[in-house]
């Protein structure tokens, strides 16, 4: 890894080395912090987590070959070289923020209340038509995401698509800070995290803190449809580019039109140029992953036809409106998380759905003092829509179907306490020919609803 010698990682982390002196002048292969990852010149760096302490485990890697760790322990003589530092997650950001200096490659940073890893999704397919892109696998979003996906970079990688994730005010600075992003994505401000940011305010401040290491040669490219982006009109110079359907400022769409699961159609506007094309995930919120993509890839020079590839190229990821065939029944895995917006997202694309619509929701968690009046409100929601069966699973889901039932007294609802129960009935609940939306915040594992939806017989 460039510049990554054991002398610098030190250096860099405010760390002691201690060890042979002639290992300094090594550059290190990898950097990881799982010890069943580690190879043979890798750094490992121990994390202490909540039931165990990963510098139990440094003997073991050292043994398997890897070239050097951290420690927060004082470890005394050894036979390896390691590097005593104050702390091992602090050491991990300090060193992917050199690591990513030494690169000198376009960062692209993704943000926002809901839709993050989706559009980044959809703006690393679009890049990949053109450029030797890495992006942040699955939701490696955070403090400590962020650093292990910047070290997956290798000097062949032409550009990263990085997504960012925070809960509270300062945390955005701090992953600005690490990836320093020279184009920056918001998708939207919406109603997460409400127990730590308090409101949509609280939101649009603590997200546009990506803004902080921007250079001024940098990108902005945000919702235009969004109330609160929308009022963003200079970032250090930097006028934004906008992206939406209601506003038709730099990119936007129209002819929108939905094919069911098969994906939405649009017509993306920029400029003089227009191009007709099929998403091919379902739901409206697709275009705006789609405007998004064509935004960045227009900032790094794309064309139209390369652009129209690459989102037609995009495919799902499992736990995000993943489409689940197992012959007898179509599963929507849209399980990984949610939140009210991105609920009603997914029940108006079940009901554009072939055969019985079931909608399996879940609790939606972090949303603050009015968690109740919310899933209460994803009720009268599901509802309205053109669903034939509504089945409610936790605590704050018996809020959601009271007030379902309340707004559909003759709709089919049913609401189960916990998980355990509804794996106990589904089996006799689903028929032939349905198309099932399972949904939820993640820490419902509703992973294991999908896993039992694949492999039971239907009545």
């Given at each position: 890894m460039k510049n990554l010698t054991l002398e610098n990682i030190a250096k860099v982390c405010g760390g002691v080395y201690v060890g042979s002196p002639e290992k300094?002048?090594?550059?290190?292969?990898?950097?990881?912090?799982?010890?069943?990852?580690?190879?043979?010149?890798?750094?490992f760096v121990p994390i202490k987590g909540a039931r165990v302490d990963a510098h139990d485990f440094i003997d073991g890697v050292m043994e398997k070959g890897a070239l050097c760790t951290l420690t927060e322990r004082?470890?005394?003589?050894?036979?390896?070289?390691?590097?005593?530092?104050?702390?091992?997650?602090?050491?991990?950001?300090?060193?992917?923020?050199?690591?990513?200096?030494?690169?000198?490659?376009?960062?692209?940073?993704?943000?926002?209340?809901?839709?993050?890893?989706?559009?980044?999704?959809?703006?690393?397919?679009?890049?990949?038509?053109?450029?030797?892109?890495?992006?942040?696998k699955g939701n490696f979003n955070n403090e400590l995401g962020v650093p292990l996906t910047v070290f997956g970079l290798r000097p062949d990688h032409e550009i990263a698509v990085l997504e960012m994730g925070i809960s509270d005010f300062g945390e955005m600075h701090r992953l600005a800070k690490i990836a320093r992003p020279d184009t920056c994505v918001i998708t939207n401000i919406g109603l997460c995290h409400l127990e730590f940011l308090?409101?949509?305010?609280?939101?649009?401040?603590?997200?546009?803190?990506?803004?902080?290491?921007?250079?001024?040669?940098?990108?902005?490219?945000?919702?235009?449809?969004?109330?609160?982006?929308?009022?963003?009109?200079?970032?250090?110079?930097?006028?934004?580019?906008?992206?939406?359907?209601?506003?038709?400022?730099?990119?936007?769409?129209?002819?929108?039109?939905?094919?069911?699961?098969?994906?939405?159609?649009?017509?993306?506007?920029?400029?003089?140029?227009?191009?007709?094309?099929?998403?091919?995930?379902?739901?409206?919120?697709?275009?705006?992953?789609?405007?998004?993509?064509?935004?960045?890839?227009?900032?790094?020079?794309?064309?139209?036809?390369?652009?129209?590839?690459?989102?037609?190229?995009?495919?799902?990821?499992?736990?995000?409106?993943?489409?689940?065939?197992?012959?007898n029944r179509t599963i929507v895995d849209d399980c990984y998380n949610a939140n009210p917006v991105s609920m009603k997202a997914s029940l108006d694309?079940?009901?554009?759905?072939?055969?019985?619509?079931?909608?399996?929701?879940?609790?939606?968690?972090?949303?603050?003092?009015?968690?109740?009046?919310?899933?209460?409100?994803?009720?009268?929601?599901?509802?309205?829509?053109?669903?034939?069966?509504?089945?409610?699973?936790g605590e704050l889901a018996g809020d959601m179907a009271e007030a379902a039932r309340l707004a559909a007294p003759t709709k089919d609802i049913v609401h189960f306490a916990e998980k355990e129960s509804l794996l106990e009935a589904l089996p006799e609940m689903i028929r032939d020919g349905d198309t099932i939306l399972v949904k939820a915040s993640h820490f419902m594992e509703f992973e294991k609803v999908v896993e039992m939806l694949k492999d039971f017989p239907c009545n």
């Open positions: 300094k002048e090594q550059e290190v292969k990898g950097i990881v912090t799982d010890s069943r990852k580690v190879e043979e010149g890798f750094l004082e470890l005394g003589e050894k036979s390896f070289p390691y590097i005593k530092v104050n702390s091992s997650l602090q050491a991990v950001k300090d060193i992917a923020e050199f690591y990513l200096k030494q690169l000198s490659i376009p960062v692209v940073g993704i943000t926002g209340s809901v839709g993050k890893t989706s559009t980044k999704e959809m703006i690393a397919a679009v890049l990949e038509e053109k450029y030797n892109v890495l992006k942040t308090k409101s949509r305010d609280g939101i649009l401040k603590a997200k546009t803190e990506i803004f902080d290491f921007l250079e001024s040669d940098g990108h902005v490219i945000l919702n235009g449809d969004d109330d609160k982006l929308i009022t963003v009109r200079d970032v250090k110079g930097i006028k934004p580019l906008f992206f939406g359907v209601d506003n038709h400022q730099g990119v936007w769409a129209d002819e929108i039109e939905s094919k069911g699961l098969k994906g939405i159609s649009c017509r993306i506007h920029a400029g003089e140029e227009s191009f007709k094309v099929l998403i091919p995930i379902p739901g409206r919120h697709m275009v705006y992953n789609a405007l998004a993509g064509t935004a960045v890839g227009l900032t790094y020079g794309m064309n139209m036809e390369e652009i129209k590839k690459g989102i037609e190229s995009l495919q799902s990821l499992s736990g995000r409106f993943h489409i689940i065939e197992t012959g694309v079940l009901q554009d759905a072939l055969g019985r619509r079931v909608a399996i929701l879940g609790d939606m968690g972090e949303l603050g003092k009015e968690e109740v009046e919310m899933h209460r409100e994803v009720g009268v929601y599901a509802a309205a829509r053109d669903i034939d069966k509504i089945i409610c699973v």
